[in-house]
């Protein structure tokens, strides 16, 4: 069983910066990815950022140059540093983990809210 607690989520203005985290309690965290997702009101969550058990990382392309996700293994902590934020950039942040051979479950934060202020 793993749980999952982000935090660093609040109210900022354009082009501010904020950087959630994420704590991983239980399981082995070296050998899970980690993702990074956002659901907006009214839309569907969408992947924001994802970091493998290797170090491989991935965005989508509207955050590629702003955001950056890592890791901290020693910490069982995963990051998402966000800069330049922008109003559409304001939802949920949710964290997300699974195994890196995908031969288990998923598993999810509650989520934290990221609202950016024109």
């Not at 501010?16 to 839309?43: I, M, V």
Request: net charge positive.
């Amino acid at each position: 069983q793993v749980q999952l607690v982000e935090s660093g989520g609040g109210l900022v203005q354009t082009g501010g910066s904020l950087r959630l985290t994420c704590a991983s309690y239980g399981g082995h965290f070296g050998l899970h990815n980690l993702e990074w997702l956002r659901q907006a009101p009214g839309k569907q969550r969408e992947l924001v950022a994802g970091i493998d058990a290797r170090g491989g990382t991935n965005y989508e392309d509207s955050v590629k140059g702003r955001f950056t996700i890592s890791r901290d293994n020693a910490k069982n902590t995963v990051y998402l540093q966000m800069n330049s934020l922008r109003p559409e950039d304001t939802a949920v942040y949710y964290c997300k983990t699974y195994p890196y051979d995908r031969r288990g479950p998923d598993y999810w934060g509650p989520g934290t809210q990221v609202t950016v202020s024109s």
